[in-house]
């Protein structure tokens, strides 16, 4: 446990995660803590699991941080230790997040914290569209336990209220933001962060960032790159493409580079720190996966001016505007994202207008203080239900 104790008279919420560590929701959470001005909340995240190096990236001296040390599979005494602390700290709300913490409202109501709140981010890696009968019914049984739901994508507003049965009155929609002085366009002469002999001033920089495993189809980006030799055999020998994160498929992904013969072409550096920057090195951003909430990623490389293509799941209709921001492409057919690629590749001025585009976009509706506003207004919103 965390030695940063909390003090003033600001409601305190509780954010229960799975676990603190690299990802999106995760910083999503970093950033909503950061960014929300500290006399009007106070914070605790309690981890499931445990919490990583990742948690230094909280720039707020206030925030206490907790690990329950939850075992693989059905653990009983985790609830029991989320219970006790939960009547330790009394806060005035619980912020659960995603399927992994679901169970946790019915321990926050048997521990007497009344404003409940909950987070749908993203689908379950083994339910990538909510379809799952086990996985409907857990939510409909904690649905009466829950005071506000937050979704980031229209699609998991529908599902929630279609699927689950959440009134419109409980549902509200609130985006993730992206810190557009941090993610920016490339300047004129601006270093960039990729190997010396890997690409030079002509290069044409494909670019993804991503966690190496099979719901983010690393393997369809690499096979559609691939392609592209017979697509675009002049232009083929300028191409690069740049796949930045760790995983358990990133060996794979490496041997598949070897064994196409796309070393020279193909750099996975595995996870970095330095994402801005390289953001600033591309010159276009794909998002393969196979399921999506509202992805960081995707809003990062728009605020960095690059067009995005992306598959149609998720939340990624939400943000990528065919023909003004990007394209959006069939989950799963390496094909068409092959056809898409090369489309892109022989426009230049695609490239541009829609990177501009992206960039405005990203500047107008996708801010970090629109987000912690939203927040805010759900905490206000529980908090006066409660009360009342």
Not at 131 to 143: D, E, P, T
Not at 297 to 307: C, D, K, N, Q, R
Request: hydrophobic content about 40%; proline content about 5%; aromatic content about 4%.
């Amino acid at each position: 446990m965390s030695k940063r104790e909390t003090r003033g008279a600001a409601p305190l919420v509780a954010h229960v995660i799975h676990r603190l560590d690299v990802g999106g929701m995760e910083n999503g959470l970093v950033n909503l803590i950061n960014r929300m001005p500290a006399d009007t909340y106070r914070h605790a995240i309690i981890c499931m699991t445990d919490y990583t190096d990742f948690s230094q990236r909280l720039r707020r001296d206030d925030v206490t941080l907790y690990s329950l040390h939850k075992r693989e599979g059905k653990d009983i005494g985790v609830h029991l230790r989320l219970h006790r602390l939960l009547r330790k700290l009394q806060p005035d709300i619980v912020h659960t997040r995603n399927l992994a913490t679901l169970e946790a409202q019915l321990t926050a109501m048997l521990s007497g914290v009344r404003a409940r709140v909950h987070g749908e981010h993203g689908w379950n890696v083994g339910d990538l569209d909510g379809s799952s009968g086990k996985n409907r019914r857990l939510r409909r049984l904690v649905r009466p336990l829950v005071g506000q739901y937050i979704a980031l994508s229209q699609q998991q507003i529908g599902y929630l209220n279609q699927a689950v049965g959440v009134t419109p009155a409980q549902l509200n929609h609130v985006c993730n933001g992206v810190d557009t002085d941090c993610f920016r366009p490339r300047r004129a002469g601006e270093f960039q962060p990729l190997p010396d002999d890997f690409a030079s001033a002509d290069s044409l920089i494909i670019g993804s960032v991503m966690r190496m495993q099979a719901v983010k189809a690393p393997l369809d980006l690499l096979a559609a790159f691939g392609q592209l030799r017979q697509r675009l055999p002049e232009q083929f020998a300028r191409l690069r493409l740049v796949m930045v994160g760790d995983g358990p498929l990133l060996e794979t992904v490496a041997q598949q580079v070897r064994e196409a013969g796309l070393a020279d072409q193909v750099w996975l550096p595995g996870a970095r720190d330095d994402i801005p920057a390289l953001m600033r090195a591309m010159d276009l951003f794909v998002l393969p996966s196979l399921a999506e909430g509202i992805c960081n990623t995707v809003l990062e490389a728009m605020a960095s001016g690059l067009p995005v293509i992306a598959t149609h799941v998720g939340g990624n209709p939400d943000l990528v505007t065919p023909g003004e921001t990007g394209s959006l492409v069939p989950a799963g057919e390496v094909d068409v994202l092959a056809e898409t690629l090369a489309a892109y590749l022989n426009d230049t001025a695609r490239r541009a207008y829609e990177g501009r585009t992206a960039r405005a976009h990203a500047e107008e509706q996708f801010s970090l203080a629109a987000m912690v506003q939203g927040y805010m207004a759900v905490y206000a919103k529980v908090l006066a239900r409660q009360r009342g």
